[in-house]
């Protein structure tokens, strides 16, 4: 992550991983969860935190969570549908679930077929925020699959290049591939030209953003360092910026998010659907075109290409996707999570009021 | 396109389509390929002009093709071998096949695992130049289904985000979903920030680049507007350019590419590959996730609000991926293909040197 989303080291509580877990069990159970689906969801958040990117988890999301459980916008015990199934494909109805409860589930689905077809994909719609995108990938990584998952996460952020109107939300997607030695490849982006989630992280650390990350409401790209204006006040560019930086481009690719998972989940393009996100997950099995073994050994040669690349001046080491995240779960899982301590402190009054019985740090 | 890369209307000659088409199968076939063959490989390079995609038709590749089946590293009589199959998968070895020759066949193959299995898909190693991506990915479209497309094309232009050593090509992506009453959305990209076919294009046209685009060889980007450069005097960034803009993105999707492509296949990551190319193509079966009419009609939902978006001041109009290339091909169809004129002098006393008996206009 950029700088400006990091929680500043003064403002840091550190959290024990099982204490951040047992705290988000307690929490989906109280909102109606069985105790092993209520594990599930607690286990793609608090990999989110694990991993460094707490715009997905306790931080932004949770209190996010309790409240559309609690207005009743999501289904605490969903009755899941099978709208339509073939040899390698399943399209579901979420019956308004949570994301993260039912996609670990769609995943599994996806790797089974291809597990037994060489392919395996599932398009859901009617649900409801997803997380991470990268937990769902790292599903396929650990059963020798490239896993990929797309999400239509509403309409109402990005404008095309050149337009006024929002049509897309953060529209994310991901897509992983194992490695032998090397920590996986794990690619997980809005296309947006930074998370939604993050802008509020950014807000509450009163960072300023960059310029050709979003727009006036005209649609005019704001190309100076501002500070994160009120929400309803500006739209969001594709990643990418202006269409001279390849916006074009980030805007071609939530498309693809918007098509496979709204259009082709029967969901409807986001814009449409608006709260009722939809999403995409697929897997290759690695097996199905290479032997395994070869396919990693690659892998590893192209990372470690990538991880010992001379630095340009002015830089200490060239990075690749879910590199820095694996290093910073190693991290974590031994020194604890730096929460920001309003976090901390909300976690707690929070944990009083709904009677949890757990407490952070 | 970009304004700097298209040919100054002083300088067009325009070529009736058929005539173009003529010219073109005339190399194939005194290429030494078979007639039938050279018909696909002409429909690659010639769909690519009449989208307005000069940079992958006549203009920059085929004296480039014409070069490397001369000197041997080409093979025009290619015995295509099946390296590895699955239900939804195949493995080719494309024994040095230009790419745009065998790729045609390769999407053939993998929706006809679509059709029976859901999905399909063609990894292929050892082959060539793939011409324009879009073209595969409008088989799948007219069959009704999504198309993929990404080649490997080796690994000496774009460097890592705060690298200073090339680790891939412009790693294409291509994908496309038809639509019901409104033209395909077809989106091909280079993940650098341009094609490199492009940046010789603006050379010949005497156009400057964006900042952004191209970085110095210690890896420091170049933040002016230049003229483009000597090759092998600068390395290329991926699409978005710094870090701030997105550039990470690109980057990842390039990884991507090389990841289905090169490691998927079996040819090795691009950069060890070099100029032995590698290609994947996938084809989604839409009626296998949802009724195909109700798929097209979301379709045309979407692409009617990206169209008919508000556009930002100083814009005449929103496009999506395809809609220009696509209103491209019916003004060229009519009025044929404006070439450079110095492209059509070259192809003349090429004509004339080989003996085809074919001239331009």
Same mark, same amino acid.
């Given at each position: 992550?950029?700088?400006?989303?990091?929680?500043?080291?003064?403002?840091?509580?550190?959290?024990?991983?099982?204490?951040?877990?047992?705290? =988000?069990?307690?929490?989906?159970?109280?909102?109606?969860?069985?105790?092993?689906?209520?594990?599930?969801? =607690?286990?793609?958040?608090?990999?989110?935190?694990?991993?460094?990117?707490?715009?997905?988890?306790?931080?932004?999301?949770?209190?996010?969570?309790?409240?559309?459980?609690?207005?009743?916008?999501?289904?605490? $015990?969903?009755?899941?549908?099978?709208?339509?199934?073939?040899?390698?494909?399943?399209?579901? &109805?979420?019956? $308004?679930?949570?994301?993260? *409860?039912?996609?670990?589930?769609?995943?599994?689905?996806?790797?089974?077929?291809?597990?037994?077809?060489? #392919?395996?994909?599932?398009?859901?719609?009617?649900?409801? *925020?997803?997380?991470?995108?990268?937990?769902?990938? +790292?599903?396929?990584?650990?059963?020798? #699959? @490239?896993?990929?998952?797309?999400?239509?996460?509403?309409?109402?952020?990005?404008?095309? @290049?050149?337009?006024?109107?929002?049509?897309?939300? =953060?529209?994310?997607?991901?897509?992983?591939?194992?490695? &032998?030695?090397?920590?996986?490849?794990?690619?997980?982006?809005?296309?947006?030209?930074?998370?939604?989630?993050?802008?509020? +992280?950014?807000?509450?650390?009163?960072?300023?953003?960059?310029?050709?990350?979003?727009?006036? +409401?005209?649609?005019?790209?704001?190309?100076?360092?501002?500070?994160?204006?009120?929400?309803?006040?500006?739209?969001?560019?594709?990643?990418?910026?202006?269409?001279?930086?390849?916006? *074009?481009?980030?805007?071609?690719?939530?498309?693809?998010?918007? @098509?496979?998972?709204?259009?082709?989940?029967?969901?409807?393009?986001?814009?449409?659907? &608006?709260?009722?996100?939809?999403?995409?997950?697929?897997?290759?099995?690695?097996?199905?075109?290479?032997?395994?073994?070869?396919?990693?050994?690659? #892998?590893?040669?192209?990372?470690?290409?990538?991880?010992?690349?001379?630095?340009?001046?002015?830089?200490?080491?060239?990075?690749?996707?879910?590199?820095?995240?694996?290093?910073? =779960?190693? +991290? $974590?899982?031994?020194?604890?999570?730096?929460?920001?301590?309003?976090?901390?402190?909300?976690?707690?009054?929070?944990?009083?009021?709904?009677?949890?019985?757990?407490? #952070?740090?």
């Amino acid at each position: 992550m950029l700088k400006q989303f990091l929680v500043p080291e003064k403002d840091q509580v550190l959290v024990p991983e099982e204490k951040a877990r047992a705290g =988000t069990q307690a929490v989906f159970e109280k909102m109606g969860l069985p105790p092993d689906e209520a594990a599930t969801s =607690t286990d793609v958040l608090i990999t989110s935190d694990l991993r460094g990117c707490e715009s997905h988890g306790i931080s932004n999301m949770l209190r996010y969570y309790i409240t559309s459980y609690g207005d009743g916008s999501y289904n605490p $015990r969903p009755n899941v549908k099978t709208v339509r199934e073939s040899n390698t494909s399943a399209t579901w &109805d979420g019956d $308004r679930s949570l994301g993260l *409860h039912i996609g670990p589930g769609a995943m599994e689905l996806a790797m089974d077929k291809a597990e037994e077809h060489g #392919m395996g994909a599932v398009a859901v719609k009617n649900t409801k *925020h997803f997380g991470m995108l990268a937990y769902y990938t +790292l599903q396929a990584v650990e059963r020798d #699959m @490239i896993g990929v998952a797309m999400v239509s996460a509403g309409g109402g952020a990005m404008v095309p @290049i050149f337009g006024s109107e929002p049509v897309f939300g =953060t529209q994310p997607i991901a897509w992983a591939a194992p490695a &032998d030695k090397m920590p996986p490849f794990v690619f997980d982006v809005a296309t947006t030209q930074v998370a939604a989630n993050k802008l509020g +992280l950014a807000k509450r650390i009163g960072s300023k953003i960059e310029p050709g990350w979003i727009t006036e +409401l005209d649609g005019t790209p704001i190309m100076e360092s501002v500070d994160v204006p009120e929400y309803g006040s500006f739209n969001m560019l594709p990643f990418g910026g202006t269409r001279e930086n390849g916006g *074009h481009k980030g805007y071609g690719f939530a498309a693809i998010a918007d @098509i496979m998972s709204g259009v082709l989940s029967g969901n409807g393009p986001g814009f449409i659907a &608006d709260r009722s996100y939809s999403f995409f997950v697929m897997a290759y099995k690695i097996d199905a075109f290479r032997d395994v073994g070869e396919f990693k050994a690659d #892998m590893d040669t192209l990372l470690e290409k990538l991880a010992n690349n001379k630095p340009a001046p002015g830089h200490d080491r060239v990075l690749y996707a879910g590199l820095p995240e694996h290093e910073e =779960t190693e +991290l $974590r899982r031994a020194n604890g999570i730096p929460y920001h301590r309003e976090v901390v402190d909300w976690f707690n009054s929070m944990s009083a009021e709904l009677d949890l019985g757990v407490t #952070m740090p």
